[in-house]
């Protein structure tokens, strides 16, 4: 059975009135064309849902029984217009982001702390995988925006970069020695270097740029992030292949050095990605503009 829902909006105006001149008024209809309404509404359903009394209308026993549920769906209706206007104005809603450790504790952090000062009611849900996975869960819906190494090559979405990141080799006290003259890549390979799993995105782009140089290297150690890098560089394991950025902290307490090459790996990027065919919620596009005006 089929009726449309301006009916029962009518029918529940009605109702609740308790008249038919002051529903169509709420409606902002003539009388003509509600009492039109009531009796298309109970001509389909087959039952009659009002009985006329001096002053109005009162409600049949069918006519209780359908405005009990009527009355249910028009509150459900209205309470998600209300969440949706709150959405809207962030003010509430959930922001569902992937991201890798990495990137998460070095660069996304203040932002998001940030965001939830100025919109604390905004619920965030916060996933780490590496950039394959995160593009993967942006294309199932199982995440809104995600923060990934660039490059990525996907038709599906969209990315905008946020900054430039550089890939460097660091070494702890026992290997500064090596720091006193640029080395070669061919040098580099002797060492005994430590790097990130292969399936990482970063050991892929340092592993893709020295092949591109006749170079291929093998780690002796793997590991699956990039604290990891940095603490096996400090305790002397060998040579970490770290981002500079990321860093900082250790290189500018002396605590690991930076092994030079005659040649810098080239810069990469860390972007922000979503699906190109699927609206940004209200929260998600003003995360997006946080990330983007990070120099602002």
Known sequence: MSVKLDL???FWEVAKSGSLSKG???LYMTQPAVSQAIHQLEE?????LFTRIPRGVVLTNEGKILFEHVSSAMNLIKLGEIKLAE???LMSGVLRVGV??????YYLLPYLESFH??????????INRTTLEICQLL????????ICNLPIRDSALNVIKLMDIQDIFVCGKKYKYLTYKKLSFEELAQLPLILLEGKANSRQYVEKFLLSRGLRIEPEIELGSHDLLLEFAKINLGISCVIREFSKDYLERKVLYQVKLIEEIPKRSIGVSFLKSVSLSSAAKKFIQYLENEDS
């Open 8 to 10: 029962y909006k009518i």
């Open 87 to 89: 959405s809207k104005n």
């Open 117 to 126: 000062k100025e919109y604390p009611n905004i619920k965030l849900n916060i």
């Open 139 to 146: 294309k199932s819906g199982e995440v809104d925006i995600g």
């Open 100 to 105: 890798g450790d990495t990137i998460s504790k």
């Open 44 to 48: 389909e359903l087959g039952i009659r």
């Open 24 to 26: 169509a008024k709420n």
